[in-house]
């Protein structure tokens, strides 16, 4: 076990230094790659697109996420930070006739443990605010939002060979979101209009598990890349405008709660003391008339 010196830091020799491709899960995203360190700080940006026909929709979307964070080892087996997120995202129905423009910010605690050199389980919790401008028709109006949202994630890493792994996963989601009661204004045929939009909520929570797949590869300057492929089945167990459905199975549009994922991407060092994590994934496959794509770019630094 690593020891610490006099001011609380870890000293690493050779042996006991973390090295890219190890076979022990990584206690966060942000620390994987790189040497065991005492403060690790992150940049986690995605960008999302989707296109939704099921059922007649026509509905278009985009959103943007840039994630900000960084944490502290408490023990050998132990990670606290915090994290602050800046969203914004933008839907379009019926042809344009309506819009929903959402931006705002989410704060909150993240806690990572050490389960076993195997595993490692990830826990965040996140409040926000936002404010949300609906545009419909020629009426516009906008409202704030309180949202809430908790993550579970339990990682694995098992190796194959000197060069390969598998990381099997375990993500579990659950988001709240309330909206104040506001009024859309505007005029028809030259008559004023106002259209006063009730307080409404609705719950998002989803399982998702996966497993993705790795090779370590050196290259002839030292530096390492690592290309993965990711496989997963997304279960969402609660959404909006129904009810929870506890028991797969049980009623007409259990097919529609499932989606495929997969996910490409790779992992490099720079230099000592960062990492660069970039993938683009499919989130909809199995799920007709429904399109979702995200990329995602982390960059992490050690000190």
Known sequence: MPELDAGGCRR??????????RSEAPITPGRDLLEDTQWNSWVDTSYSRIRDRRDNQDLDGSGGVVLLGADRRVDDAMVAGMMLSLENSRTDAYGGE???????????????????????????????????????????????????????????????DDAVYLRPKLLLSYLHSSSEAYELRGAIDGSAIRLRLPESSYNLGGFQPSLEISRQVELADGSVFVPYAELGVNYAFERPDSEPLLVAGSGADDPSRFSGLMRLGARTLIGESSMLDFNSSYQSLGTPGLDVWEAELLFSHAF
Request: proline residues 4%.
């Open 98 to 160: 309506q819009q929903v423009d959402v931006n705002g910010f989410m704060v909150g605690p993240y806690m990572a443990y050490q389960l076993s050199p195997a595993w490692s389980l990830y826990a965040n919790l996140n409040l926000g605010h936002f404010n949300q401008d609906q545009q419909l028709s020629t009426l516009s109006g906008s409202g704030d939002v309180q949202r809430y949202a908790l993550t579970l994630n339990a990682q694995g890493q098992y190796a194959l």
């Open 12 to 21: 690493l020799d050779e042996q006991s230094a973390a090295q890219p491709g």
